[in-house]
């Protein structure tokens, strides 16, 4: 069952002659349950891609639908709740908020819309993390690794259809990466979430079933790893 539907996607900077093609025509499905790994040197539009997968940004032409819906045909607030249930964004830098602990940003994306999360699954989820003696610690109070943890909780924890994460590990020591690549492999298979991560780091990138590798905007290759 194909849950995102990537057509004819395009996005540039700039006029004339200062004209950057960020994306250039990129095309692709993504079958619900997938864990994708997208591929490329800096520069060749794989966190633009992103963003403009999770509503973040806007591509100048083209189509993302995400479950049968059009996401840029909708008005900027039926947007802004796609972006809140529908998508989970991973950041390299965790985006915690300061003042809130574990508990509480992991839950946040629910109790902005004004509801109580689900205390079975928010427990299964802080035990699956491994924070089950930190939920009242603050963000300061965590280490990097720690961090991630429950910037992953807060992605899942509105069973999004499709978690985004940009270099989930890229501020993060080899052991922490490796528990977090297979926190996510975890989501995977476990929750059947279907995840699409950025990572420049090709070790990282085999932990997934299928690499999209983008080079100048464009889709170089497209394959299946296992």
Do not use: C, W
């Not at 950057?20 to 025509?25: E, P």
């Not at 059947?192 to 100048?216: K, P, Y």
Request: charged letters at 25%; hydrophobic letters at 35%.
């Amino acid at each position: 069952m194909e849950i995102l539907q990537v057509k004819h996607l395009k996005k540039t900077y700039g006029k004339g002659s200062t004209l950057v093609n960020a994306l250039d025509d990129i095309s692709f499905t993504v079958e619900k349950g997938e864990f994708i790994a997208i591929v490329g040197p800096s520069g060749s539009g794989k966190s633009t891609l992103l963003h403009i997968l999770g509503g973040v940004d806007k591509p100048t032409s083209g189509e993302v639908i995400v479950e049968g819906q059009n996401i840029f045909k909708q008005n900027e607030n039926n947007l802004a709740i796609f972006r809140r249930r529908q998508v989970g964004l991973i950041y390299q830098f965790y985006n915690l908020i300061p003042i809130l602990d574990v508990e509480e940003n992991i839950a946040l994306p629910v109790l902005l819309d004004g509801k109580k999360p689900d205390q079975k699954f928010m427990g299964e989820l802080i035990d699956t993390l491994g924070l089950k003696e930190r939920i009242h610690h603050l963000p300061n109070e965590l280490s990097g690794g720690q961090q991630q943890r429950v910037s992953i909780g807060r992605a899942l924890i509105y069973h999004p259809s499709l978690l985004l994460a940009d270099e989930p590990t890229g501020n993060l020591d080899s052991k922490n990466s490796e528990e977090i690549m297979e926190l996510l492999e975890i989501s995977n298979k476990k929750y059947g979430q279907t995840i699409i991560m950025i990572t420049h780091d090709e070790e990282l990138a085999m932990h997934a079933s299928r690499i999209i590798t983008i080079e100048d905007g464009k889709i170089k290759r497209d394959e299946l790893v296992k």
